[in-house]
């Protein structure tokens, strides 16, 4: 019997909305609670490769500077793509995407052998035993039945392999990838290339931070992932995941409102997702449990909040709105789902693409790796996670909305708990949208 990933019945979720009906009228004061409505089933597949976040397609300059950074997003919501200058207004080099491995032309004895690998490595690690014989059981029929058979190339074979494992299994995260340059079985992390590229890429992108603060004084923050800070990190790409965090956070800090953009992040590091918590709430705050499989038994990591290392807060209090969309994937997901449950954040946007499930990569073969779950999340306080069926937003309206509506809201709530002079400029600010 699988275990239970359905523990909550419901959901708070509201209607697609444009914004106007959260318009305050001069003196009034309204609740930004909506209705509930059904979630709309089904969401695609992430838009990255969430475990190689070194290789982020989206990222390839730094991030703009100043209030240009919400023209920017507004201008790509409107399908536009303005120029993005650097820190010091001149364009980063662009962080080109690595050529496309080449194919590889691959026997039945190949085949057998990746399979095999798979099914070794299911049975020993994947988080759920129970789901991990399932899915074996139903890649073996499909391997006796001659599905495969026909599958000569290594990428076809790969992807199919992946799209019948995530079917059987009922998990987002699981993968099987074919690797061009992956000829050593036993090589682990990343090469120096590859770190290179990395250093590059976080370089080039802030580490997938950016901030400004818009009118009204109402913070900005994108995030379009999470790099590693986890113990074991390279010294060197985590040190550069904090600067980035700790300077972006000091722009917005004395803020009264803040808005976090959340629709392009595709995961990460869940102890960077902790380092981002711990300058939006209260030390001691525990936000996450991760079950993690360690051969027959069970561990489980608790993720509590601590005073921020660079001593930069946001604050627990001030109103935070997060911005979400189908792309909005695992560790961005986990983000978004320890602040609403925490009631410390309203959601805007999209349901999200439901992947709570962490894991590890594992060598099959030469030139084959998957990434198998080793682990799953259990919020303290629903008990549950968001797997399958991603976070439900609080205001549902199309992702390419969201800012907007979300902006208005902030506004909202702004001149809800202000007066005389304040008020009005807050006023005139929604009046302007």
């Known amino acids: 019997m ?5 523990v909550e019945k419901s959901f708070a979720t509201a209607p697609q909305d444009d914004g106007a009906n959260l318009l305050p009228k001069p003196g009034e004061k309204t609740s930004l609670l909506l209705p509930n409505s059904p979630a709309k089933p089904g969401a695609p597949e992430p838009f990255f490769d969430t475990h190689l976040l070194y290789q982020h397609p989206k990222t390839t300059s730094r991030p703009e500077v100043g209030a240009s950074t919400v023209a920017a997003q507004e201008a790509r919501d409107a399908k536009k793509t303005p120029d993005e200058p650097g820190k010091d207004g001149a364009a980063c080099e662009p962080v080109s995407k690595p050529p496309p491995d080449k194919d590889m032309t691959i026997d039945g004895a190949t085949r057998r052998k990746v399979i095999d690998s798979l099914a070794k490595d299911l049975k020993e690690h994947y ?6 014989d399932e899915a074996i059981n139903a890649i073996r029929k499909l391997e006796s039945s001659g599905s495969y058979d026909r599958l000569t190339g290594a990428k076809d074979f790969s992807k199919q392999l992946s799209g019948d494992l995530q079917l059987a299994a009922d998990d987002k995260h699981l993968q099987v990838r074919y690797r061009e340059k992956l000829d050593d079985p036993n090589k682990r992390g990343p090469s120096p290339e590859d770190l290179a590229a990395r250093i590059k890429l976080q370089d080039c992108s802030n580490s997938g931070f950016h901030a400004t603060v818009l009118p009204g004084n109402i913070g900005y923050l994108k995030i379009d992932g999470f790099f590693d800070t986890k113990p074991g990190s390279d010294p060197k790409t985590a040190a550069m995941v ?27 590091d869940p102890h960077t997702v902790l380092q981002t918590l711990n300058h939006i709430l209260k030390p001691g705050t525990t936000v ?20 921020p290392e660079d001593g930069i807060s946001f604050g627990s209090d001030k109103p935070i709105y997060v911005l979400t969309s189908q792309k909005t994937f695992s560790g961005g997901e986990e983000f978004s789902y320890d602040l609403q449950k925490l009631g410390r954040a309203k959601i805007v946007g999209e349901h999200t693409g439901g992947g709570a499930n962490p894991g590890d990569g594992f060598t099959l073969q030469p030139h084959f790796d998957a990434f198998i779950p080793t682990g799953t999340s259990i919020n303290p306080y629903s008990h549950s996670n968001w797997e399958r069926k991603g976070v439900q937003p609080d205001v549902r309206v199309p ?17 809800n708990h202000s007066t005389g002079t304040k008020r009005q400029e807050f006023l005139q600010l929604l009046n302007e949208r």
């Open 2 to 6: 699988r275990p239970e990933r359905d």
């Open 127 to 132: 988080i759920f035993p129970e789901r991990a």
């Open 242 to 268: 904090k600067e980035a965090i700790a300077k972006e956070f000091a722009k917005v800090a004395n803020t009264d409102a803040l808005l976090i953009d959340n629709r392009e992040n595709g995961g990460g």
């Open 288 to 307: 996450n449990t991760i079950q993690w499989r360690e051969g027959s038994e069970r561990r489980v990591e608790e993720f509590k909040t601590s005073n």
């Open 399 to 415: 992702s390419s909305r969201a800012l907007d509506v979300a902006r208005r809201m902030a506004l909202h709530d702004l001149i």
